[in-house]
């Protein structure tokens, strides 16, 4: 019977992992066309998350490469909707105050609200991060998974977008 339910967990969530992932992704085009009010500001805005994604897949084919145990599974593909979901606020964070009313320097967007979005990456690092010390393999890999997005993300918000915006 336990087989059985773990079966039809894994079975219900890759089934139902793709459809959240294309809803949750629709929601967060539409909420950024609409509040950045076209298309260039808001493409600047999702880099970081970008970065986020792909850090997590290029991750996971290194991991293979090198032999390690990190693969996609059906635990981290819960990852990916909340990567979503919460990953693009580092973009969306920086590219308002860049482009707000006031228009300041770059060294001070960074210097002010990269420290705001420095903090809130490294305080969601580590709580997903933490899952990385659990027994169960696949928390583990939910942990490993989220530290490479959101430290993809981090890397895009912090290091890319201020260059590009630059």
Do not use: H
Request: with cysteine.
């Amino acid at each position: 019977a336990a087989k059985m339910v773990g079966f039809e967990l894994k079975e219900s969530l890759f089934r139902d992992m793709e459809w959240i992932s294309g809803a949750v992704t629709i929601l967060v085009v539409v909420m950024l066309l609409l509040a950045f009010r076209g298309p260039k500001r808001a493409l600047l805005a999702a880099m970081p998350l970008g970065f986020g994604l792909l850090f997590v897949l290029a991750g996971v084919a290194l991991s293979q490469r090198l032999g390690w145990d990190l693969a996609i599974n059906y635990v981290n593909l819960m990852i990916f909707p909340v990567l979503v979901g919460s990953g693009i606020d580092y973009g969306v964070y920086i590219v308002y105050d860049y482009c707000s009313d006031r228009r300041p320097a770059l060294s001070d967007v960074i210097a002010e609200t990269g420290r705001g979005v420095l903090l809130c990456a490294l305080t969601t690092l580590a709580g997903f991060g933490s899952m990385i010390w659990g027994s169960y393999t696949g928390l583990i890999s939910f942990g490993w998974t989220a530290i490479l997005g959101y430290s993809g993300a981090l890397f895009g918000a912090m290091i890319v977008l201020p260059a590009l915006l630059g």
